[in-house]
C-alpha cells in the first residue's frame, strides 16, 4: 500500500468509534504501528480497523495491555494479517481466553451462594465453608480462584 493512500487516523476512528486519543495511545503500547507520509501524517492500513477492533474487546475482557501487545508482536507488521495468522494469534490467546470464560461461569452460578471468601454471612455458607476452611487455601474467594501453585 503506497503510502499516500492509506486511511487517516480520522477514518479510523470512525470506523472504530475509538477516540483518536485512544487510537494514538494504542500506537504507543504497539498496537498498531501507522506509516507516516512525506509530511509527517499517519496512514492506517485498512488491517488496522480488525486490529483495533479485536483490542477493544479483549480489553472488554479485561485483558491488559502489556498481554494485548504480546499477543500483537505475533501478527505481521508490514502487511495485513492473513487468515492463519490470525488463527495461530488466536491459539495463544485461547487458553486465557478459556479460562477466563470458566472464571465468569463460576461467579454466575455460584455468587448466591457461598464463594468462600471467609464472611460466613449466608445460610449456604455453614454448608460449603463450614467454620472458614477454605481459608487454609489462602485468602480471598476459594471458591471462585484457582489455588496458586
Not at 5 to 15: F, K, P, Y
Not at 104 to 110: F, H, P
Not at 121 to 142: F, H, I, M, V, W
Request: proline share 5%.
Amino acid at each position: 500500500m503506497p503510502i499516500s493512500q492509506g486511511l487517516t487516523i480520522g477514518a479510523v476512528a470512525d470506523r472504530t468509534g475509538l477516540a483518536v486519543s485512544a487510537i494514538r495511545f494504542y500506537e504507543t503500547h504497539g498496537l498498531v504501528a501507522p506509516l507516516k507520509n512525506a509530511s509527517g501524517h499517519r496512514r492506517y492500513d485498512r488491517s488496522d480497523i480488525r486490529k483495533l477492533s479485536f483490542v477493544m474487546i479483549a480489553q472488554e475482557l479485561g485483558v491488559s495491555l502489556s498481554d494485548l501487545g504480546v499477543l500483537m508482536q505475533t501478527l505481521p507488521e508490514r502487511r495485513a494479517p492473513s487468515r492463519a495468522d490470525w488463527t495461530r494469534m488466536s491459539a495463544k490467546f485461547r487458553k486465557d481466553l478459556d479460562a477466563r470464560i470458566t472464571k465468569a461461569q463460576r461467579l454466575r452460578d455460584t455468587l448466591d451462594g457461598c464463594i468462600g471468601c471467609g464472611c460466613l454471612s449466608l445460610k449456604k455458607c455453614e454448608l460449603y465453608n463450614p467454620q472458614d476452611r477454605a481459608r487454609s487455601s489462602g485468602t480471598g474467594p476459594r471458591h471462585l480462584i484457582e489455588p496458586k501453585i
